[in-house]
């Protein structure tokens, strides 16, 4: 049942995104759909949180639309840099708490400030010559990684890391689907490499 549900919303999902991976060449498309995904995750996890405000979700729309549409020069320097950084501070968390229960608004503030930085990455990469390959490379790479934690948790997942969020997430689950996502993009790389270097104008 499990298995056929995420079927479902997987087909349901890349429906959508190859609709606005199709118009993403007009910048109000991609940046309108862009925010609604974040704003939608945001709400998630401040429902997750089991003492969600409205007021909350209103200050990090406001928070999520100035970022995302501010303009900004090295974005990329300062996304990387932060994921470095949220990177070894939520393992240093993971390794003191061993496991992550949400109980306040604050335990998520951390992923709701990351949410618009992720999804600025998509537009941004859009915005690169031959942007659509990039942009298909990373919504594909995100794909791959969930598909690959769920069977790989289903098939090795002992340690529950976040059981309050996502009762089935386990840590072997998240090394599988990260370690399957490089693998996948690199070869997704090679192969798209030749589309890259060809003019074709809906890039």
């Avoid at 549409?69 to 240093?92: E, Q, R």
């Avoid at 997430?169 to 070869?187: D, H, P, R, Y």
Wanted: charged share 10%; with cysteine.
């Amino acid at each position: 049942m499990e298995l056929k549900k995420r079927v479902i919303t997987g087909a349901c999902l890349t429906a959508v995104g190859a609709l606005i991976t199709a118009f993403s060449y007009i910048p109000a498309v991609i940046k309108s759909a862009c925010l609604v995904l974040c704003l939608a995750g945001q709400y998630e996890l401040l429902k997750a949180s089991g003492k969600y405000e409205p007021w909350q979700f209103a200050l990090a729309a406001v928070f999520s639309a100035a970022f995302m549409l501010m303009p900004m020069k090295n974005y990329f320097l300062l996304c990387a840099a932060t994921y470095v950084i949220f990177l070894f501070v939520f393992s240093w968390i993971m390794k003191k708490i061993t496991v992550y229960y949400v109980t306040s608004v604050v335990q998520v503030l951390p992923f709701l400030i990351m949410l618009p930085i992720f999804f600025r990455s998509l537009y941004e990469l859009r915005a690169f010559d031959f942007g659509v390959v990039y942009l298909i490379l990373a919504v594909t790479e995100c794909a791959v990684c969930d598909i690959a934690a769920y069977f790989t948790g289903k098939a090795m997942g002992k340690h529950h890391f976040a059981p309050h969020v996502s009762p089935h997430k386990t840590v072997e689950g998240s090394i599988g689907g990260a370690a399957f996502a490089v693998a996948a993009l690199l070869c997704a790389s090679f192969f798209a490499r030749p589309a890259v270097h060809t003019n074709y104008a809906v890039f």
